[in-house]
């Protein structure tokens, strides 16, 4: 934390984020930072979608009430949110494999269900799956704003028509009562 302190004090970056780690981990390094008046972080950078919620159990309660902002990245689970389960274009890529660096699985049977729900909705609405999955993300009082991996011109048309799309009580609990919690992925 002084390092990151320093880099800031000599002007190379105005604040300082995080990314993908335990709640635990986050609060010691903000409490170093406070215990010796370094800069603290300002964005937590967390994977987080439908089909990975892990961070609403500890880390999004942090985040609030240290004031930081989350940015989460793969709000769209790899693309497996914007179509429908099994369509073309979702076969895993050893790029996108279905298991993470440690082995840990990134999709489970359960997440069909929640692709479902994804897709009745948007469908529904006559909207994108991309943006009823990005809404639903945007929702979350502690996201700042969720990183998108645009390939094409669309997609970043999809994410800025999801800021306007509110989705229903009753379209939040179709979209989440399928979930089953997992192991978090990409970090120990």
Avoid: C
């Amino acid at each position: 934390m002084e390092a990151l302190h320093d880099v800031v004090k000599a002007g190379k970056v105005r604040y300082l984020g995080a990314s993908s780690m335990w709640a635990w981990q986050f609060a010691t390094m903000q409490h170093a930072a406070d215990l010796h008046g370094w800069t603290r972080f300002i964005s937590m950078q967390d994977q987080y979608s439908l089909l990975h919620r892990e961070e609403e159990r500890e880390m999004f309660g942090l985040l609030a009430h240290q004031g930081v902002g989350a940015i989460p990245w793969s709000p769209l689970a790899a693309g497996r949110l914007a179509r429908p389960w099994g369509a073309t274009g979702t076969e895993r890529s050893v790029k996108n494999a279905d298991v993470d660096m440690y082995g840990r699985p990134l999709f489970l049977d359960s997440d069909v269900a929640v692709v479902d729900a994804v897709q009745r909705i948007a469908e529904a609405r006559g909207v994108p799956m991309a943006q009823v999955a990005l809404a639903w993300v945007l929702h979350n009082a502690v996201v700042s704003a969720p990183i998108v991996g645009s390939t094409k011109p669309h997609h970043l048309s999809d994410a800025v028509a999801a800021l306007d799309l509110q989705l229903t009580d009753d379209e939040v609990v179709a979209l989440e009562q399928h979930y089953l919690p997992r192991q978090p992925t990409y970090f120990r």
